[in-house]
């Protein structure tokens, strides 16, 4: 498994990093429309479509995405469109995970299918915007992400019920812990601290996502990274509620070793809209 899953990252690696440092933004954005069409696919199977209608549900998400792209929404998006999805994302992550597995279940199949189809669409348009803005930027969004998991990992590892006695969230996912949590926020403040002092020393073309936070203030800087820390685990427990309810383990196999799509961007379906609209509201 280890080794399964050690190729499918060098993989993804190698066609990930030269789009990302390309010194146009399309080849990422091309890229990533493919795999949130993958996700979208996968979405489809997991809210119960058949084959066609799973395969339809991709090329949905294709075609929405690829308008975005047409019409320069990426290069000019409306701040509000970020206010509203981030506030969406909010408001629905803490109702869906205060109601539980078995509320999911019963919201009617349609909206069910079209929530999941416009989070995958508007977090795809997040993720091309924040390219066009700079790889130094968007690489500092998905580092805090990723710094989060992993600190909270083996914050989890080491640390796990030696304080709280409660789980995180015991019925969605067992093996979250709060201590995890607050790893994750340790770790992703010293990133943060860390990336400011990199964009001092190398002056990058493009400011990092928290070079534009400390220079709101060092208490705006903390509270965003909180909060964003916060969404991402809002973002993994929300996909393992869905897939909890549909009583799969893995959204798909499609990346042999890590399950599906979904399973690799659950945390950044709000993130990346809401360090948009952190951006869009405080330039």
Known sequence: MLKQRLITALILLALLLPALFAPSPEPFAALTLILMAAGAWEWGRMNGCARVASWATGALALLICSLFWLTSWIQNTNPFVWLFTGSAWVLMGAWMLSRGVAAWARWPF??????????????WLALAQARWTGPNFLLSVLVLVWAADVFAYFAGRALGGRWSHSKLAASISPGKTWEGVWGGMVGVLLVSLSWIQADRY??????????????????????????????????????????????????????????????????????????????????
């Open 202 to 283: 190398f002056e990058f073309a493009d400011p990092s996502f928290h070079t534009h936070l400390w220079r709101q203030g060092w208490w705006f800087w903390l509270a965003a990274l909180i909060f964003m820390t916060s969404m991402s685990v809002v973002g993994d427990l929300v996909e393992s509620l869905i897939k909890r309810s549909a009583g799969v383990k893995d959204s798909s196999g499609l990346l042999p070793g890590h399950g599906g799509v979904l399973d690799r961007v659950d945390a950044l379906l709000p993130t990346l809209p809401l360090a948009m609209m952190i951006m869009a509201w405080s330039s």
């Open 110 to 123: 349609f909206m069910r299918w079209l929530l999941g189809l416009l989070a995958l669409c508007f977090a």
